[in-house]
């Protein structure tokens, strides 16, 4: 097997460095000293590299060497194994601009815990709730930071990198969109519960796949995106099966008129009733 090589292309810091390998591809280099006095043109001993990192976009890489420029690279050591876990746990690839989100935002934290300023997670709850897998990523990502920096982030934070996992998860190009959505899922369980007066058992499947559904309709809700199909017959046959649970659905869809202006078309509903029609009667039900 031949030797890999690499030739740099420029130094990004004292351990961190740009440059391209035997097939000319661009990689981010990392290894003690490997920036120091670097300069163009220059061949890397291969023995010298610790850890090698490739993004897709040029627009994401150009953002990581700026962030990398400011930031320890052993944050981009901790956010890449999140990722890589988070994919592996969610079973699917996750936009790789969480990589900047997570370097800029778990330095930071480390930052603030050292000043002793404190960070209140009010969405808490509803992310250990709503996203299971993704907090349990994050509560597992707060042990790689103490192992790595040792410090200990407190519970808030986990829920903060969870949303961070969402956000690229969902694609949505900044975390209001995750917000916003995690809020609404929020309000539409609370608007069930209130119709029903019962609570849910948060650990059913009937509940998972309630709230799995919410998260794809806010998706759809917030990015322009839903469902306005035409079967007449079939969302008739729904309005009158499940009058109570479409009567709820109604009351959901003036909610969200009300706080995002945006109107629920007819199938939305249908399914809405439907997904409400299945978690109630498994609680209890009409």
């Known amino acids: 097997m031949s030797q890999r090589r690499w030739i740099i292309k420029n130094a990004i810091s004292n351990n961190v460095v740009c440059a391209r390998n035997e097939r000319n591809q661009e990689r981010i280099l990392v290894g003690k000293g490997l920036g120091f006095k670097a ?52 079973g699917r690839d996750l936009d790789e601009a969480v990589l900047l989100h997570l370097i800029d935002h778990i330095s930071f934290a480390v930052t603030r815990l050292s000043e002793g300023l404190e960070f209140k997670n009010v969405l808490l709850w509803e992310i250990r709730s709503f996203y299971p897998r993704e907090y349990e990523v994050a509560a597992r990502a707060l042990d790689l930071i103490e192992e790595k920096t040792g410090a200990r982030l407190p519970e808030d934070e986990a829920g903060s990198i969870a949303m961070h996992l969402v956000n690229a998860e969902f694609d949505y190009q900044d975390l209001n969109g995750s ?44 990015q322009d995106k839903m469902l306005d199909g035409e079967d007449a017959e079939f969302q008739g ?17 003036k909610l969200i008129w009300n706080d995002y202006q945006i109107a629920v078309p007819e199938e939305e509903l249908v399914y809405l009733t439907v997904y409400i029609r299945r978690i109630t009667s498994a609680g209890g039900g009409e």
Do not use: W
Not at 195 to 217: A, G
């Open 39 to 90: 300069k163009p043109g220059d061949e890397i001993d291969a023995s010298r590299v610790e850890k090698e990192f490739f993004l897709k976009s040029k627009n994401i890489t150009g953002k990581l060497y700026a962030l990398l420029a400011k930031t320890p690279e052993v944050y981009m050591e901790i956010a890449d194994q999140i990722v890589r876990e988070a994919e592996e746990a969610l």
């Open 179 to 222: 917000v916003r959505m995690t809020e609404l899922i929020h309000k539409v369980i609370s608007v069930v519960r209130y119709q029903y007066h019962m609570n849910f058992d948060e650990d059913s499947i009937h509940f998972v796949r309630f709230v799995t559904h919410l998260k794809f309709f806010a998706q759809r809700l917030f």
């Open 237 to 253: 046959m729904i309005r009158r099966q499940y009058a109570e649970s479409y009567g709820c659905a109604e009351k959901i869809a």
